[in-house]
């Protein structure tokens, strides 16, 4: 097994990536801290692992709120006794995100305070455990769109996962000798509920972005989780400040 008696905490498990993660992780011997702001969502994957055999633990958080954050860390390490690895994956894209010029406040400061101040709150209050056990691995969710400009705007969710790279950079160069490796996986489309729901039921909208993607397909929950697995395990542990890009080559299509 390659995560072994390993204790993850992993945000956003409710659904998508993060339930897949969550189950993946088990399965490979993790324990597993299951968070998620949707408490029937985070219950079914915790359910879901213990019925396989795991152990896990479901802690209802919202990672844009400290307090929340700073219980779901205590929570963990009371139960588990420790905190190896930390993957922030909890996101949001709202549909209502668009150009600078069109966007409301209210939902770029939504945006920004999930998925940029949530990893901020995160790293605040996991990295302290992941230093009193010596080290460990932090994951951090960003997005192919932090590395390059799209025609069809969604600017907080760019903006906040170009947040999201720089952060990484500097945990990594902080924290890397004293045993914490901060890397980022930068997806390309993924069919998960958060994008098919809106963006590629859309026919034509499908379309013009599946004829970006060199490999033919968008990506599967899997593909990603694969990434995060080996980022968890311990053979990653020279890799520091990476941003693991997997798109299926978007980003390198000039056409």
Known sequence: MRLRDKVVLITGAGSGMGRLAALTFAREG??????????????????????????????????SKEGDVRAMVRRTVERFGRLDVLYNNAGIFPEQDG????????????????NLKGIYLCCKHGIPELLRGG??????????????????????????????LALTKSLAVQFGPRGIRTNAIAPGPIETPLLTSWLLNNPEARKRRLDRIPMGRFGRPDDIVSMALYLASDESTWVNGSVMVVDGGITSNYF
């Open 30 to 63: 993790a324990r597993v801290a299951a968070v998620d702001v949707a408490a029937e969502g985070g219950e079914e994957t915790a359910a879901r692992i213990a019925r396989d055999g795991g152990d896990a633990l479901f802690v209802r958080a919202d990672v």
């Open 135 to 164: 080290g460990g691995s932090i994951i951090n969710v960003a997005s192919f769109v932090a590395l390059v400009g799209c025609t069809v705007p969604q600017d907080a969710y760019t903006a906040s996962k170009g947040g999201v």
């Open 99 to 114: 150009s600078v010029v069109d966007v409301e406040e209210a939902v770029w400061d939504q945006v920004m305070a999930v």
